[in-house]
């Protein structure tokens, strides 16, 4: 008799469409069950799409069915319900999500831990996807520290368009971006927000959908530190076409990005990749001292069978680009820093895009 995980490694076979990657490696196979004369396996999706259901569905039967010669029952778990298998009442709890209007991907930048650059690799992200030519919003949902505005440069609040139940913000626009934050609505940046974890929730779900976002090819999220309120409703509010996570080297930090990869995991976000920040100090001088150790984040990456999109050295202007609100992809994309993040956002751009 053939086991669950013979049945799991013979499903590695199968990539996501659009992806070189397994079905396996995206977490897509909730549950295989063993019965006395068929397999049941269950597939959770956070897409819609038909020729992609279509797909996984014949690669999963045929596979199976090579395997162990036994019919196959799959059930499969879309963000609009369930289907196959009569009479199945498994509860989907992301059903109620509904993709932005004009925006066709929708990506977390996320880390499970402060201080490790990912609101930096975000803004440059956008700005190097902006001079690849591709139309770009960048949402910073860091309710308590919001960066965002002080490193696009971004001044002055969002106009409201329309009135009552159709009122809408209009995100400014820098560089190419359009960029929205709690930070561009707050009066004082000195005074702290305090808020719990519903008022939390609420905000970030009317900043993916009361925001005139109009057509973009990519809106990227970037996500406060942890695996909390925040990450959880972005996760339930729109269908994510994936996530960027973003690491230092050392061990101290990949310990805890670890829990934000596994959160991700759990709600069938797909990882686009791993960005290993920090890797190196660049002196004037042109030397990389491994002040925080060197090679991590790739190492993690390739343990858990995910794209590496590359590593960024901490760079002074990288630094200084951030405090000046001039990202170093716009004052100096040519420069070795600049560079850096051109070469992720073309990696980024393969794992979408197969570019």
Do not use: H
């Amino acid at each position: 008799m053939v086991t669950v995980e013979e049945i799991r490694r013979a499903l590695e076979q199968i990539k996501y469409p659009g992806y070189s990657r397994s079905i396996i490696s995206f977490n897509i196979v909730r549950e295989i069950r063993l019965k006395e004369d068929s397999i049941e396996v269950e597939l959770q999706l956070t897409t819609d799409k038909e020729e992609v259901i279509t797909a996984l569905r014949n690669g999963v039967e045929r596979i199976i069915a090579e395997l162990t010669g036994l019919p196959v029952n799959i059930v499969v778990t879309t963000p609009s319900g369930t289907t196959s298998s009569p009479g199945n009442q498994n509860i989907n709890p992301f059903e109620q999500r509904s993709s932005i209007p004009g925006v066709k991907n929708i990506v977390a930048v996320a880390s499970g831990k402060g201080g490790v650059g990912k609101s930096t690799v975000s803004v440059n992200l956008a700005c190097a996807l902006v001079g690849k030519g591709k139309k770009v919003g960048l949402l910073d949902c860091d309710i308590y520290g919001p960066s965002i505005p002080l490193m696009m440069g971004v001044k002055g609040q969002p106009q409201i368009k329309g009135e009552g139940a159709e009122e809408y913000l209009i995100p400014l626009t820098q560089y190419g971006v359009k960029v929205m934050s709690i930070g561009l609505l707050m009066d004082d940046a000195e005074t702290p927000m305090i808020w719990r974890g519903p008022l939390i929730m609420k905000a970030v779900q009317q900043f993916l959908t009361y925001v005139e976002w109009g057509d973009l090819d990519y809106l990227l999220v970037d996500l406060p530190p942890g695996t909390g309120d925040a990450q959880l409703s972005l996760c339930q509010t729109v269908p994510l076409t994936g996530g960027v996570v973003v690491t230092t080297p050392q061990e101290a930090s990949l310990g805890v990005v670890r829990r934000g990869i596994g959160m991700l995991e759990q709600v069938q976000v797909p990882i686009l990749g791993i960005v290993e920040n920090m890797s190196g100090f660049i002196t004037p001088e042109g030397e990389n001292i491994p002040i925080f150790g060197k090679g991590g984040g790739k190492a993690e990456a390739e343990r858990k069978g995910y794209p590496f999109l590359g590593e960024i050295p901490l760079y002074v202007s990288v630094r200084t680009g951030g405090d000046q609100g001039v990202p170093v992809v716009v004052s100096a994309p040519e420069s070795d820093a600049g560079k850096c993040f051109v070469r992720v956002a073309e990696e980024f751009l393969k794992q979408v895009e197969n570019e």
